[in-house]
């Protein structure tokens, strides 16, 4: 059964800095990655779609990669903005599946 | 390019009621798959359908069914409404169920009291 883990769960940081949140998946079977935005109450923003074969992928200040290996992918944000704010949640679509497997979320928080 | 549409976007009832939420993807996108959020258990698969067909169920008991119609459009109805079906229900479009990007609708928020 397919596992997605995101770390950290929240984190605060101030404006302009550059991050990076985390985002690892237990069987390397997959079709593919895909990241999206949730802000509170609302549905999901598609950001960017990392297909198996693909290493990475990038829209605007957003770069996302992945190492299919070793079950992990990371999201890039570049000078981080407080609109940036929001939970960032990866979900993998196993080969196979039908289904997206979600990762809890990581509560992004970019301070003024 | 319309996006996702679910209805209604908020619906409170009462235990034991049942309910039906309804899901319009985007255009020329037949599949159409069902997603429950709560804080706890986050983001948990229901269920997907495409060409009218469930394709895939996730672990949900009988209580929550659906189904999809000829132009795509996709209802979920949950029967014997209980407390714990309170949560937001997602509903996500794709062109085809294989290796398509998923986009979101808003999501119902439902309150069972």
């Known amino acids: 059964k397919q596992e997605v883990t995101q770390i950290p769960a929240a984190l605060s940081v101030p404006e302009g800095e550059n991050l990076v949140l985390n985002c690892s998946f237990t069987?390397?079977?997959?079709?593919?990655l895909q990241w999206f935005r949730q802000d509170p109450g609302k549905g999901l923003t598609s950001l960017l779609l990392i297909q198996s074969s693909q290493r990475e992928q990038t829209s605007g200040r957003l770069n996302a990669s992945l190492d299919k290996s070793s079950g992990r992918s990371t999201l890039y944000i570049a000078a981080s903005q407080p609109g940036d704010s929001a939970t960032y949640l990866c979900a993998v679509k196993g080969a196979g599946s039908y289904q997206l497997t979600f990762g809890k979320g990581t509560k992004l928080s970019v301070i003024p | 390019k319309a996006g996702v549409t679910q209805t209604p976007r908020y619906l409170i009832k009462t235990r034991g009621q049942q309910v039906t939420l309804s899901c319009s993807p985007i255009?020329?996108?037949?599949?159409v798959s069902w997603y429950q959020q709560t804080p706890g258990q986050g983001l948990q698969f229901l269920f997907e359908?495409?060409?009218?067909?469930?394709?895939n169920k996730g672990n949900f008991p009988g209580r929550f069914s659906g189904r999809q119609f000829s132009n795509s459009r996709s209802e979920m109805n949950v029967s014997t409404l209980e407390l714990g079906d309170s949560a937001l229900y997602l509903c996500a479009s794709r062109l085809d169920p294989e290796d398509t990007e998923a986009f979101f609708g808003q999501g119902t928020r439902l309150t069972v009291v």
């Open positions: 069987d390397s079977a997959i079709y593919n």
């Open positions: 255009s020329g996108h037949r599949s």
């Open positions: 359908y495409f060409s009218e067909t469930q394709r």
